[in-house]
């Protein structure tokens, strides 16, 4: 993943005085970390981008190459398998967030997790083991427009959170525009995403009042959707892949970022702190 | 079932307590109908045991045909909605075949445009509300997006009743005792006043020399 340092000689414990030097940032971070810096001229290359959704459908032109596409089933009580999936898209959806993505970042690998089509039943267990797997492929970034009001599945899904935050694995969810208590958004080891109403892709606010952490463009935004056609669209559910997008292109500037460091970029370049593009 | 529900489940008239609360289904899509100026509004329930949607209530088109109608629990937009506790609004539908065949199994008809947004009552998805065909000619607004999540708020403790309504139906009428008392209550309350006076103060008599 091109980290500037080798990660074998990093302190993992504790910091002997010893090692200081070792772990210096380089000083390529400029005094003041803008767009141009984070991203410019960033296509997205060399990033893997999952999209846990309702699957992604084959050949969309405002889509492309889907590199990988899986299928996450199981009977209840079965341990879900993660199969090749054949079937494409069951509703449309993951379509238009890999077509968002795609349109941010024109070079970026784009993986589908298919977590939906099997039943509602056990759903919830589907989408658990969609995202595992995901985290263990190493991908960069992980699109999940998607949440569960289970309880029972909030304690697994913040170590899947964390353990994907301490293995360089972005983790972009939407956040619930509803009074409810939903995960993994709101997890802090996420980066959990609203709607703002402007129709700039580009434009992203970092929330200083979180749960909610960042807004991007979710308002009537022209999707790909099924059969090669598109759809306007409305919700947080396509904010988040605006916000994906922007984390693939900061990641393949930036490979050596940590998700911490990530979020710390998004910050400093959300237009309402000292963006560009206000 | 907890014994304060049970109670309740009587006490409310459990025989006639699933009426009421489909009235109050029906009247809260025919205002969200009205409210948004939309041509179609419904509420699914979700049917655990079936795994499937089913079409609880119906404003506007389609009203008199599809109650009672199911659909798969997690394909086409109802399905995305339940299953990702996501709302989700599309305008300018394109009319692609296995698209226009999966919202018409799910409207009665294909619609331009739709907003669905998922049924939450505490930890439960209990269905999803959908409205249909508002007109195109503003900008969607988040606020809007909003008022439809109010819709949502009170449709779900409406289907939260009728779930309720229906356990406790269930109940009653798998217990012999409890279905005579069930069953004594709604005749009771179908009475002319002066009949319902009288079995009423039998029912007081009754109860004084029965009770301790």
């Known amino acids: 993943m091109g980290a500037e340092h080798d990660e074998e000689e990093l302190p993992a414990w504790s910091l002997p005085t010893s090692a200081v030097e070792g772990i210096a940032i380089p000083p390529t971070w400029p005094e003041r970390v803008d767009r141009e810096w984070a991203f410019g001229d960033s296509t997205g290359k060399r990033v893997r981008v999952a999209i846990v959704d309702s699957g992604v459908e084959r050949g969309h032109p405002l889509v492309g190459e889907v590199e990988q596409a899986v299928v996450v089933s199981g009977a209840q009580g079965e341990e879900p398998t993660v199969d090749d999936d054949e079937q494409g898209d069951a509703c449309g959806h993951g379509t238009a967030c890999a077509g968002i993505v795609r349109s941010l970042a024109p070079e970026c690998t784009l993986v589908s997790v298919r977590v939906l089509g099997s039943g509602w039943t056990g759903s919830g267990r589907l989408l658990v083991a969609g995202l595992r797997w995901a985290i263990e492929q190493g991908v960069e970034v992980v699109n999940m427009s998607l949440s569960t009001t289970k309880r029972e599945l909030a304690a697994v899904l913040h170590e899947l959170a964390d353990t994907a935050y301490f293995n360089r694995t972005l983790l972009v969810a939407s956040a619930h525009n509803m009074p409810v208590e939903s995960f993994p958004w709101r997890f802090s080891s996420v980066l959990s995403v609203g709607s703002h109403e402007l129709t700039d892709p580009l434009v992203y606010f970092y929330n200083p009042a979180p749960p909610v952490e960042f807004f991007a463009r979710g308002l009537e935004v022209d999707v790909p959707w099924l059969g090669g056609t598109s759809v306007r669209s409305t919700g947080n559910s396509f904010a988040t892949p605006h916000i994906t997008g922007i984390c693939a292109l900061i990641r393949s500037k930036h490979p050596e970022l940590t998700p911490f460091q990530v979020k710390s970029v998004l910050h400093l370049t959300a237009n309402n702190i000292r963006g560009t593009h206000a | ?212």
């Open chain 2, 1 to 212: 079932m907890p014994e304060r529900e049970l109670r309740d489940a009587v006490a409310a008239g459990v025989l006639a307590a699933e009426a009421g609360h489909r009235e109050l289904l029906q009247s809260i899509v025919e205002v969200a109908r009205a409210i948004f100026g939309a041509r179609a509004s419904s509420i699914f329930l979700l049917d655990e045991e079936a795994d499937e949607l089913v079409f609880e209530a119906v404003a506007g088109e389609g009203a008199e045909s599809l109650i009672g109608r199911r659909l798969p629990s997690s394909t086409g937009i109802a399905g995305w909605v339940l299953v990702t506790r996501q709302p989700l609004v599309l305008a300018d539908v394109e009319q692609d075949p296995r698209f226009a065949r999966d919202v018409a199994e799910a409207t009665g008809y294909v619609p331009k445009s739709l907003m669905a947004v998922p049924l939450l009552h505490e930890e439960e998805v209990l269905g999803v509300l959908q409205v249909l065909d508002r007109p195109q000619k503003e900008r969607f607004s988040l606020s809007e997006m909003d008022l439809l999540g109010l819709f949502a708020n009170q449709a779900a403790i409406a289907l939260d009743l009728l779930g309720r309504a229906r356990r406790a139906r269930a109940v009653i009428e798998g217990t012999s005792a409890l279905g005579a008392v069930a069953h004594l209550a709604a005749t009771l309350d179908a009475l002319p006043t002066e009949r319902r006076e009288a079995g009423l103060a039998l029912l007081v008599q009754l109860d004084h020399v029965l009770g301790p």
